[in-house]
């Protein structure tokens, strides 16, 4: 059974950094590209970047360009986001999700909060 | 960046009814669209990819079509575990890109 766990949310000051990770179970981990998506209180999903599965190819989108960083350690099957100088705007649910056939998300994690407020 | 309108934000409607979801890109996208589900407090669910190709395990009332910059996803009989959130996700190029969400509300 494939399995996304994701770990490492909570309240951070604005301008602050938190780092969250993903364990993946039940798949070949190191086969398969990943995401990272993210959903605001009542809001609707934004996607926030993908990964390639040999980490050669990275993508962000503007909005976290140049303050987060994604990574990965397939030897450990894991999933990274490095999140610095954190907004208020960047309080969301963030999921780890796994990308099938160039695009498309099949699995995804439960979801870790991150509140970043004063 | 290839922007989306999904339409409607609302709809209200009934168990047995037929609901459209319709979603607009910017630009043509071939089929590069995905539809996912999401129910309050969990994480979103693979519906649809390709436009029209039904994820194994989900019901065949079920159904998506489109290309190119136009694409609708049908329910053809809504029932009780249908009415949750839906978007649509075009995989095109980056940045990948979401709907806004059509919430499927009971009339």
């Known amino acids: 059974e494939v399995q996304l766990v994701e770990s490492g949310g909570g309240l951070v000051q604005p301008g602050g950094s938190l780092r969250l990770s993903c364990a993946a179970s039940?798949?070949?981990?190191?086969?398969?590209?990943m995401n990272w998506v993210r959903q605001a209180p009542g809001k609707g999903l934004e996607w926030v970047s993908y990964i390639s599965s040999s980490s050669s190819t990275i993508y962000y989108a503007d909005s976290v360009k140049g303050r987060f960083t994604i990574s990965r350690d397939n030897a450990k099957n894991s999933l990274y986001l490095q999140m610095n100088s954190l907004r208020a705007e960047d309080t969301a649910v963030y999921y780890c999700?796994?990308?099938?056939?160039?695009?498309?998300?099949?699995?995804w994690g439960q979801g870790t909060l991150v509140t970043v407020s004063s | 960046v290839i922007w989306m309108t999904q339409s409607p934000s609302l709809l209200s409607a009934s168990t047995g009814d037929r609901v459209t979801i319709s979603c607009r890109m910017s630009?043509?996208?071939?089929?590069?669209l995905a539809w996912y589900q999401q129910k309050p407090g969990k994480a979103p669910e693979l519906l649809i990819y390709?436009?029209?190709t039904l994820q194994s395990g989900v019901p065949s009332r079920f159904s998506g079509s489109g290309s190119g910059t136009d694409f609708t996803l049908t329910i053809s009989c809504l029932q009780s575990e249908d009415f949750a959130t839906y978007y649509c996700?075009?995989?095109?190029?980056?940045?990948?890109?979401f709907g806004q969400g059509t919430k499927v509300e009971i009339k």
């Open positions: 039940g798949f070949t981990f190191s086969s398969y590209s």
């Open positions: 390709a436009a029209s």
């Open positions: 999700a796994r990308d099938l056939r160039g695009g498309f998300v099949d699995y």
């Open positions: 630009q043509g996208i071939s089929s590069y």
């Open positions: 996700q075009q995989y095109y190029s980056f940045p990948r890109t």
